[in-house]
């Protein structure tokens, strides 16, 4: 990178940061004269983004080159502080330092105003959340477009946020390490093209104005809280614009700079700076001396620039009218803008046809020469020439051995085009042979057809027009043919004798029923299956055995057969079924196979069944199998054998109170698994509640209210619910015995 300070900071402006749509004034700049200047990169690549413009410095634009060899370039400059900057980053005016500010009055073309920009600096990565951050802004005053005055609004901001463009609010933590802030707009300065330890990504600063209007901007960059570590801003040359339509002009052709009638098209170009979301209407004025739809095609009053386009072409065509004109004028007046217009002048010219003199027909004898030639007159020269006979000279040689039409085409550099014939008569006799082609064993008819009376003597012995052969290869066959006045002319014809072709197919195969086969046949150029097909190989999905024949035929139709057996096996269709889809834990089911000739369980077992008692419910699988010699079809079926815990309960029907240790008490037995929930109630003969208890385990031992057990039949009701089943209730009487 190199950069300069030479001229003023108003050329500067002017000449490399302005581009299309803007007039630019009253230029002013306020800082230190070594902060400000352009740069290029010329031919070398840098990591920068773009390759020329204007940088603005808090230190030395002259140190801003690389390579990035300092960690802390500082230069302190004689610039002052910015109200705005301060303002922007909420700090007092004595915290501004070392600013640069570049100012001007601005008249754009259209509703949009955008210029492209890189931000820089020594503070990064090391003072990034500290207060020590330098400061730009790009701060623009004039009317709002939709209401109010924009007053030093700040347009350095974030993509797609309102947030200001600056080193604590772009980049990736202290140690380039994170947290990432904003780090997609960030890059580390690895190389050797920049100073600066870190910069932003190529930005767009933009804003929406009011064609035509005067709006100011001011772009400052400054130091904060010290002179220390230097920070810049790059401008991109040209690229601060408004989205005026700029109109360039060409021809399809070279050969004139004006239009021509049936050579040249004149070629309009519209052009916009900025792609927009919507269509472009360019409306323009079409006026002159040419007449628009007459002397050139209809181009309207309006041309569209298509969404997401920056151009559109527009091609006048001059309407080729026979009428020799002086040369005519199209003025197009194009409305560029809001507030300009320009205007584009084309010329159309005619162009006379090219036409060839040709010499005059002329007659030959039989082995004789005849000059010919063509001279062009008018088009654009040079001109080319195309003779039927493949000649491309305006004089030519022939010696044609029967009469003969000679056409030529004589292009100018338009390609506009004349055509003429001479006719060159050759005498001798005047026929057509036919010759033949056959397949081995078949006849061929040789057929000579006169103009006139002619006599014929073959190499066969043979003196008619017509002969008939069968010969075993291919052979030509010589005849004279001699006209009334003796002219003769020796000729052949010759007999293809085509062979049967060899013909190659597929071997014979075997395949499980309804995969995919492909046949293949060779040997001919075109094919014939007996399943209909007309191609070298078929793809097939059969499903029954049989036997596919394919007939393949030569160029010259000869025929020849191939057949190939195809042996299909029929796939299995296996299903497991179980003696019970669902059984208690601790119980066997047994699982039958079906559908195969053939079983693998994933058991091992080889057996059509299997017997099975799984701990919890169990998915098993089968492989069933078919077979043929050299071919075994397979399909796999899956079941899931069910398994539950079943609590088995007893409840006894009498019980003796008396002591003994025997049957003294009464309740629930059996194996207790998975118990969510359990209540007893016990009732005597008159309803009364003599005994509840919610634990399983517990028993009654005949006793109510703390009295001795009385002989009576009590009335019970149990509540049980297991975690895998629904609630179930017990009830039932039982006869207390004393």
Known sequence: MTVSQTGTVAQWVQNVLIGPGITVSNVTYTGDAQAIGTFTTGNIPTNLGFGSGIILSSGSALSAPGPNNSGSQTTNTSGGSDPQLAQLISTTASNIKDAAVLQFDFIPVADTVKFRYVFGSEEYDEYVGSSYNDVFGFFVSGLNPYSGYYTNINIAKIPNTNTPVSINNVNNGSSNAGPCNNCAFYTHNYGQSLQYDGKTVVLTAWIQVIPCLTYHI???????????????????????????????????????????????????????????????????????????????????????????????????????????????????????????????????????????????????????????????????????????????????????????????????????????????????PNFTIMGDSICKNDIANLIITPTGILTYNWNTGANTPTINVSPDTTTIYLVTITDTLGCFVDTSTIVNVWPSPIVEASNDTIICSGKPIELIAGGGQSYLWNSGQSTQSIFLNPTISAIYTVTVATGSLCKGQASIK????????????????????????????????????????????????????????????????????????????????????????????????????????????????????????????????????????????????????????????ETFSQPYVLTGTVHLVK
């Open 218 to 428: 001011k772009l400052a960059v400054a130091d904060v809280g010290d002179e220390s570590y230097d920070s810049g801003v790059f401008l991109e040359a040209n690229s601060f614009m408004s989205n005026a339509v700029v109109i360039d002009q060409s021809t399809s052709n070279t050969i004139d700079t004006s239009a021509v009638e049936g050579c040249n098209d004149a070629i309009v170009t519209f052009r916009i700076p900025q792609i927009k979301p919507v269509n472009t209407i360019i409306n323009f004025l079409a006026v002159g001396t040419a007449t628009n739809g007459v002397d050139y095609t209809n181009i309207g009053s309006s041309i569209i620039i298509p969404a997401f386009q920056d151009s559109v072409n527009m091609i006048i065509h001059p309407i080729i009218d026979g009428i020799t004109e002086p040369t005519e004028m199209i003025m197009l007046v194009v409305n560029t803008s809001a507030c300009t217009y320009d205007t584009v002048y084309i010329q159309i010219k005619d162009n006379s046809l090219t036409v060839p003199t040709v010499s005059n027909d002329t007659i030959l004898c039989d082995n004789s020469t005849a000059v010919i030639n063509a001279t062009a007159v008018g088009g654009y020269s040079p001109y080319t020439y195309n003779w039927s006979n493949g000649d491309t000279t305006s004089q030519i040689v022939v010696s044609p051995l029967f009469t003969t039409t000679y056409t030529v085409t004589v292009n100018d550099l338009c390609n506009n085009d004349s055509t003429d014939f001479v006719v060159v008569k050759v005498s001798k």
């Open 566 to 721: 195809v042996e299909v096996v029929d796939n299995p269709l296996p299903i497991i079924t179980s003696s019970k889809d669902t059984i208690c834990k601790g119980s066997m089911a047994t699982l039958n196979a079906t559908g195969g000739e053939t079983y693998l369980w994933n058991t091992g077992s080889f057996s059509d069944f299997i017997e099975v008692m799984p701990e919890v419910s169990t998915l098993y699988s089968v492989v069933a199998s078919n077979s043929k010699p050299g071919l075994t079809c397979s399909d796999t079926a899956i079941f899931s054998q069910g398994v539950k815990r079943c609590n088995r309960f007893y409840v006894p029907n009498a019980f003796t109170p008396n002591g003994d240790g025997l049957n003294d008490d009464f309740g629930i037995y059996g194996i207790f698994e998975n118990i969510d929930a359990f209540e007893m109630q016990i009732y005597d003969r008159w309803g009364k509640l003599v005994f509840i208890t919610n634990d399983i385990t517990k028993k009654w031992n005949g006793q109510v209210d703390g009295q001795k057990p009385m002989d009576g039949v009590y009335v019970y009701s149990i509540n049980i619910h």
